[in-house]
C-alpha cells in the first residue's frame, strides 16, 4: 500500500518525500479535526455526567 | 528518473506465483501497522489535542462572561444554555485553578469547561450547585478531583458575590471528626445529620446513580427547597474510564459581596 503510494508520486526524490509529508499531514489533520471530534462521543470513557 | 526505470521494472520476468500471497500479508501488515498508529493518535488527540481545543474555547467563554459582568445588559432570571455562569476556584489545585463554569452538560459545553447541571440550584441557592467536569482531556478541570480531602475549598465567584463551599468530612472521617474540626479551614464543616446523614464530601457511584445531585443527596424524593446550600462535582472514574462516577460533595460556609480589587481569604490562604 505504502510502496504503491511511493512508486505514484512524480517527481525526484526531494520532491515525492516533500508530497508524502504532506499526505501524512492531510490525513493527521482529518483525524484531529473532523474524525475524532466526531467518533469521541460514540466512545465509553469520557462521561462525567450522571443520570 | 521514473521513466527510466519503468522499462527496466517492466522487463522483469512474470512474477512466481507467492508474490501475490506475498503482497496481500503485506498490504494486511501495513493496515495493521497503521490502524496501531491511528489508536496512538486517538490517544494523543484525547490527551493533548483536545486540551488545546478546549483552553481557547474556555478563554472565549470566560472574556465573554467577564464582558456581562462587566456590561450587564439587564437581568437574566435564568442563566441562557451554553454561556458562562460562574467562576469555579480550587485552590488546593494551585491558585491559578480556576474555570468558567457554563450552563449545562451536554457535550459542546462540556467541551468549554465544567458544566452546570440544569435545574440544581446556582450558586449559594439552598438545595444543591451541581457541577460536571472532564477529568481527561478538553482542559480535565476535574482531573485532581480525587486529591480534595474534606475541609478544602471549593471558591464560585458569580456577578456579585463570592461563594465558599468546603468539602464534607470523608467517609470513616465523622466518627473522630472532633480532631479535624478544630483545624481552622474546617470552620462551619461538620458531618451532616437527618436526612443529610449519608451525604459525605467523595463518593464513587454508578453513572446511573443521578440522586447524587437531588437537594438531597441520595434522596430525590425529598422537595427540591432545602435549608442547606450544596455544591456537587461530578467526573468520571476510574480515569479513562466510563464504568463509575466519582463524586464530590461540599457545603457553603462563607459568602462575601465583591468588592472591586478584593479576592476572598480563602483564595490565598490554603494556597
Known amino acids: ?51 | 528518473m521514473a521513466h527510466v526505470l519503468s522499462p527496466v521494472r517492466g522487463s522483469r520476468p512474470p512474477r512466481p506465483r507467492g508474490d501475490a500471497v506475498r503482497s496481500t500479508i503485506r498490504g494486511v501488515g501495513e493496515l495493521l501497522l497503521t490502524a496501531g498508529l491511528v489508536v496512538m493518535l486517538f490517544v494523543f488527540y484525547e490527551a493533548y489535542v483536545t486540551d488545546w481545543f478546549s483552553a481557547e474555547k474556555q478563554r472565549e467563554a470566560t472574556a465573554a462572561l467577564d464582558d456581562n459582568w462587566n456590561n450587564p445588559r439587564g437581568i437574566v432570571d435564568r442563566p441562557i444554555e451554553g454561556a458562562g455562569i460562574a467562576k469555579m476556584y480550587i485552590p488546593s489545585f494551585g491558585s491559578d485553578f480556576v474555570f468558567t463554569v457554563l450552563e449545562g452538560t451536554d457535550v459542546d459545553t462540556l467541551a468549554v469547561g465544567p458544566g452546570h447541571y440544569q435545574d440544581t440550584a446556582l450558586p449559594g441557592e439552598p438545595g444543591n450547585f451541581a457541577v460536571a467536569g472532564h477529568r481527561v482531556g478538553k482542559g480535565s478541570p476535574f482531573n485532581s478531583l480525587d486529591l480534595l480531602s474534606s475541609c478544602d475549598a471549593i471558591v464560585v465567584e458569580t456577578v456579585d458575590r463570592w461563594f465558599v463551599y468546603r468539602v464534607l468530612p470523608l467517609r470513616g472521617e465523622s466518627a473522630d471528626w472532633a480532631g479535624k474540626a478544630a483545624q481552622p479551614q474546617c470552620r462551619g464543616v461538620d458531618p451532616l445529620t437527618g436526612s443529610y446523614a449519608d451525604v459525605v464530601g467523595k463518593t464513587i457511584v454508578l453513572p446511573s446513580q443521578e440522586e447524587v445531585i437531588a437537594p438531597v443527596p441520595g434522596q430525590p424524593d425529598l422537595p427540591a427547597k432545602q435549608d442547606i446550600e450544596l455544591i456537587t462535582l461530578t467526573t468520571c472514574h476510574p480515569q479513562f474510564s466510563n464504568r463509575q462516577r466519582l463524586i464530590v460533595h461540599g457545603i457553603l460556609v462563607a459568602q462575601y459581596p465583591k468588592v472591586v480589587g478584593q479576592r476572598p481569604a480563602e483564595l490565598t490562604a490554603d494556597a
Not at chain 1, 520532491?15 to 483525524?31: D, F, Y
Open chain 1, 1 to 51: 500500500m505504502y510502496s504503491w503510494i511511493w512508486r505514484h508520486l512524480p517527481g525526484p526524490l526531494p520532491i515525492r518525500a516533500v508530497q508524502a509529508l504532506m499526505l501524512v499531514t492531510a490525513v493527521v489533520m482529518l483525524l484531529f479535526l473532523v474524525v475524532f471530534p466526531w467518533l469521541e462521543p460514540r466512545l465509553p470513557f469520557n462521561d462525567v455526567t450522571t443520570g
